[in-house]
Nanobody
Framework: VQLVESGGGLVQAGGSLRLSCATS????????MGWYRQAPGKQRELVAL???????NYAESAKGRFTISRDNAKSTVYLQMNSLKPEDTAVYYC?????????WGKGTELTVSS
């Protein structure tokens, strides 16, 4: 399974950006997809999850600003990020959790300037 993230870049504080993660195989069925991030010098942390049933879960830092969604027909998961802050600067990774297996993308970098 391959996951390819896109959509990162440089944005000013207060701006918006949408990340996409395309998978190499269908994401129909029982699975959870998520976005994680890793800032320089910090551990990777959860940003948001979405189950195959559409149930979502967000880190406190993401609540009210970020929205995760998935398009099963396109085998793609999205992360809409609004009101971005400099502390959102990180490499964002897509994750697929399926049948006790975890698959990761290589990440897309987001820099939020103040």
């Amino acid at each position: 399974v391959q996951l390819v993230e896109s959509g990162g870049g440089l944005v000013q504080a207060g701006g918006s950006l949408r990340l996409s993660c395309a998978t190499s195989e269908s994401i129909f069925g029982v699975n959870t997809m998520g976005w994680y991030r890793q800032a320089p010098g910090k551990q990777r942390e959860l940003v948001a999850l979405i189950t195959s049933g559409g149930v979502t879960n967000y880190a406190e830092s993401a609540k009210g600003r970020f929205t995760i969604s998935r398009d099963n027909a396109k085998s793609t998961v999205y992360l809409q990020m609004n009101s971005l802050k400099p502390e959102d600067t990180a490499v964002y990774y897509c994750n697929l959790h399926k049948y006790s297996m975890n698959y990761w993308g290589k990440g897309t970098e987001l820099t939020v300037s103040s």
